[in-house]
């Protein structure tokens, strides 16, 4: 037997009456209502599936390091190998109107400001999505979240007294602590998985930051993926007023 939303009707309901019966499934609905918004909400329409995204199969497989940097001063930022090679471009966009977090909002919570509508997103050279970051919500300080191309999170870099680093489920993976001229990523039970450095770029007119990553263990239970955005991650955090104009003194460089 197939059932189907019912018609709601009156059964001489007493003066102080305030809602309808549903014949079918017996939930109370508003008084005057046609329909039963349960049985609605049951056997309405079902919502369509996410279609499967194809998945990067050349980026980031191979190598053990990589850098975030600047070929072109009207560029974008690029993840390159040792050898040169591109490996992905980073598309950098301004969330569109109800995407994100708006201004009122996070003024209202108490959020950090920082690249409050913008997403980074990685594609290979097939054009193919690898992940992107985001702004992390909630976070009283910049903080920011590793996504797939589906959207399924992988990771959170927290910046709380260092950077605390949790993996796609919530769980604490790490931490990112200073060490000589880099950063490391120190695992939870204390083996450092990567390292993260910085160091002046020259770019025609501008001078920017490029981040490079090495990853000395490779991750067990953490995402690549997720690992693979730490450059990325840091230049969001530490390379404010980026790229600039170079000055008389740097163009000599």
């Known amino acids: 037997m197939t059932c189907t939303p019912s018609l709601l009707q009156s059964q001489k ?18 008084e005057g209502s046609q329909w039963c918004e349960v049985c609605l909400h049951r056997f309405g329409p079902l919502r369509p599936p996410t279609p499967k995204l194809p998945e990067s199969k050349t980026a980031f497989v191979r190598t053990a390091s990589t850098t975030l940097t600047r070929l072109a001063a009207r560029g974008p930022l690029v993840f390159v190998e040792p050898g040169g090679d591109v490996q992905a471009t980073v598309l950098s966009q301004r969330l569109g109107k109800g995407e994100g977090e708006s201004l009122g909002d ?19 050279t097939d054009d193919v999505p690898v992940f992107y970051v985001e702004r992390y919500r909630a976070a009283s300080k910049p903080a920011f979240a590793v996504f797939d191309a589906a959207g399924t999170p992988l990771a959170v870099y927290l910046s709380d007294d260092g950077v605390v680093i949790r993996d796609g489920t919530g769980a604490p993976v ?5 060490w000589k001229d880099r950063f490391q990523f120190l695992e939870t039970g204390g083996e450092v998985l990567a390292q993260c450095w910085r160091e002046p770029v020259y770019v025609q007119w501008l001078v920017d930051d490029q981040w490079g990553l090495t990853v000395l263990t490779e991750p067990k239970v953490f995402d690549r ?3 693979v955005a730490l450059p990325l991650v840091c230049r969001l955090l530490w390379s404010a007023g980026l790229p600039r104009q170079r000055t008389d003194a740097e163009m000599l460089r």
């Open 13 to 30: 309901p007493a003066a102080d009456a305030t809602s309808v019966i549903c014949p079918t499934c017996g939930a109370r609905n508003p």
């Open 106 to 124: 996070a003024l209202l919570a108490h959020d950090s400001l920082r690249h409050l509508d913008e997403r980074h997103t990685a594609i290979d």
């Open 174 to 178: 790490g931490r990112l602590v200073p």
């Open 225 to 227: 993926r997720a690992l």
